[in-house]
């Protein structure tokens, strides 16, 4: 099976746009959940959708907004970017209690 | 609201050697997961090793293995026969079971392991 694919894999934004990131999961994974990574805060968790609902959110601001389709495919979109949204945002899909991540896209907000 | 502790953000271990990574976690549910991933200079996210908390048997991967102490709230992560693919950032994760509910990974801060040749 393939595994997580997210795109694109880089991203430079100015302040102040907003960005779309992509994800999607292994054949048959229905859950997708979100994280973004920084050295200052580590991995925390955004959001998880699993057959198109949002089931759990992260302690992030509301500029942070997800969906997920109906072929369980999931974006990702933040508005009114920010410097401190530099990060890397992983992308995980699930089967039972496992979480298998992609290889996340690095944005870079200047 | 649980809690991943990491105690040791760098370690270093000669190939072949045997390496102990420690993790402690905090949480008032009996019913949990617990896992190692590993992210070497890639960032790819790998998962190493799970240990579901009901099980007494400590989990085993081939050259992985943990050290599983639910009454201390420990999962240590010993790697046998270090390789130099075994460098990269390791980190302790925990995740709640809940039968119709969401899944949250809460991860430590991480342990950066270097294999020396």
Redesign the interface.
């Known amino acids: 099976k393939a595994g997580v694919t997210q795109t694109p894999r880089y991203l430079i934004k100015t302040r102040g746009q907003q960005v779309t990131l992509s994800c999607s999961p292994i054949s048959g994974h229905r ?1 997708v ?1 979100w ?1 973004q990574q920084t050295p200052g805060q ?2 925390q ?1 955004l959001f ?1 959708y ?1 057959s198109e609902t949002q ?2 959110k ?1 302690n992030f601001p509301g500029r942070f907004s997800g969906r997920q389709f109906s072929n369980s495919r999931s974006e990702m979109n933040v508005s009114t970017l920010e410097l401190g949204d530099s990060a ?1 945002y ?1 992308c ?1 899909s ?1 089967s039972g ?5 992609g ?2 896209t ?1 944005l870079t907000v200047t | 609201a649980q809690t991943v502790t990491q105690s040791q953000p760098e370690m270093s271990v000669q190939e072949a050697e045997t390496v102990t990574l420690s993790c402690t976690y905090d949480t008032s549910e009996s019913n949990y ?1 617990l ?1 190692w ?1 590993k992210q070497p200079p ?6 190493v090793i ?1 240990q ?1 908390a009901y099980k007494q048997q400590n989990a085993t991967e081939n050259r992985f293995s943990v050290n599983f102490q639910k009454a201390a709230k420990s999962f240590s992560l010993k790697i046998s026969d270090s390789q130099l693919g075994d460098t990269a950032m390791y ?1 302790c994760a925990f ?1 709640l ?1 809940s039968g119709a ?10 342990t950066k392991l270097s294999v020396i040749p």
Do not use: C, D, H, V
Not at chain 1, 97 to 101: A, G, I, K, L, V
Not at chain 2, 42 to 47: K, Y
Not at chain 2, 101 to 110: D, E, I, N, P
């Open positions: 859950s959940s994280y580590g991995l968790f998880e699993f089931r759990n992260g890397l992983l995980a699930r209690s496992e979480q298998y991540f290889p996340g690095r | 997961y896992f991933y890639s960032r790819q996210m790998i998962l799970r579901e980190f995740i079971y509910g969401s899944y949250q990974l809460t991860f430590g801060k991480g």
